[in-house]
T-cell receptor, first 114, second 112 residues
């Protein structure tokens, strides 16, 4: 089945220690998104790629970076995690052709910062 | 500013007790409204897309409806397995935007 895969599902890192989260998709979608979601809150968009074009949300901290080496893969790098970065990180994809587009989400990576 | 508001924040139902969740929005030019289901510790799962006022879509015990200002997710005779957080998101028809705005969700618990 076509899907969105995130690895790892759970990640524990130390305060200030860089961490990388990965996302892959078999849907061949042209848009990939990274969201941060904290308990009982709406998913917060960090950035997205439209094909290779990178789009950063204005309020995304500089501490967060992303790479999309090809259509299928996307990475979220947190350079110096703080305690406030503990959250669920969701990767999503969509096929944008000009109309309304539903998103397909991965299972998420739960990040704990100690 | 575009906004999506969901109510109630939390809802507890007895099995078989039908109810509705609300998603109200203030956007300029709606391209689509989406409903997602999110189970604890998992990513949201797409349920429905509604495009214009008057449209309705159904899936099992769920029925989504849309007016010019709000959408309802009606749950008929819910079962415990319907327990989840239901998220609403809107996409506006502006400059080729494909970025949805999410509401905070309604947490539904259905007791057996």
């Amino acid at each position: 089945d076509a899907m969105v895969i995130q690895n790892p599902r759970y990640q524990v890192t130390q305060f200030g220690k860089p961490v990388t989260l990965s996302c892959s998709q078999t849907l061949n979608h042209n848009v990939m998104y990274w969201y941060q979601q904290k308990s009982s809150q709406a998913p917060k968009l960090l950035f997205h790629y439209y094909d290779k074009d990178f789009n950063n949300e204005a309020d995304t901290p500089d501490n967060f970076q992303s790479r999309r080496p090809n259509t299928s893969f996307c990475f979220l790098d947190i350079r110096s995690p703080g305690l406030g970065d503990a959250a669920m990180y969701l990767c999503a994809t969509s096929r944008y052709t000009g109309g309304a587009v539903e998103q397909y989400f991965g299972p998420g990576t739960r990040l704990t910062v100690t | 500013e575009d906004q999506v508001t969901q109510s109630p924040e939390a809802l507890r139902l007895q099995e078989g007790e039908s109810s509705s969740l609300n998603c109200s929005y203030t956007v300029s030019g709606l391209r689509g409204l989406f409903w997602y289901r999110q189970d604890p510790g998992k990513g949201p799962e797409f349920l429905f897309t509604l495009y214009s006022a008057g449209e309705e879509k159904e899936k099992e015990r769920l029925k989504a409806t849309l007016t010019k200002k709000e959408s309802f997710l009606h749950i008929t005779a819910p079962k415990p397995e319907d327990s989840a957080t239901y998220l609403c998101a809107v996409q506006i028809a502006s400059g080729g935007s494909y970025i949805p705005t999410f509401g905070r969700g309604t947490s539904l618990i259905v007791h057996p």
